[in-house]
């Protein structure tokens, strides 16, 4: 199984920093693997609707590469609170973002 690489950065809110993973692309939109299966949420918080689940080893497009600070979620082994947007089957959504790979 090959191993998650993330860039870690520091995410500036109201009150305090979060840490996570951030891309590493500068584009407006990127690639990335998902590592498990993983639900696409309507907002950034493990509490929102579950709009879909993307399986595992999908490669999805990333619409803004800038992460988003949201709720706190343990998926992937790891807990975190950065959350990406993307599209699922024409669902704008949040996917959190211990379960994704930077892929391009």
């Known amino acids: 199984m090959k191993a998650a ?5 520091a995410v500036a809110l109201a009150g305090g920093i979060v840490f996570g ?10 690639k990335y693997q998902v590592l498990e299966a993983v639900n696409v949420r309507a907002t950034a918080t493990k509490s929102s609707t579950a709009l879909g689940v993307i399986p ?5 497009t990333i619409n803004d590469s800038a992460p988003v600070a949201g709720g706190t979620y343990t998926a992937c082994g790891v807990t975190e609170a950065i959350w990406y947007r993307t599209t699922w089957h024409g ?14």
């Open 5 to 9: 690489v993330h860039i870690v950065g």
């Open 91 to 104: 669902a704008s959504g949040y996917v959190v973002a211990s379960c994704l790979e930077y892929a391009g």
């Open 21 to 30: 993973t951030v891309s590493p692309a500068s584009a407006d939109t990127a």
């Open 56 to 60: 595992k080893g999908t490669i999805i």
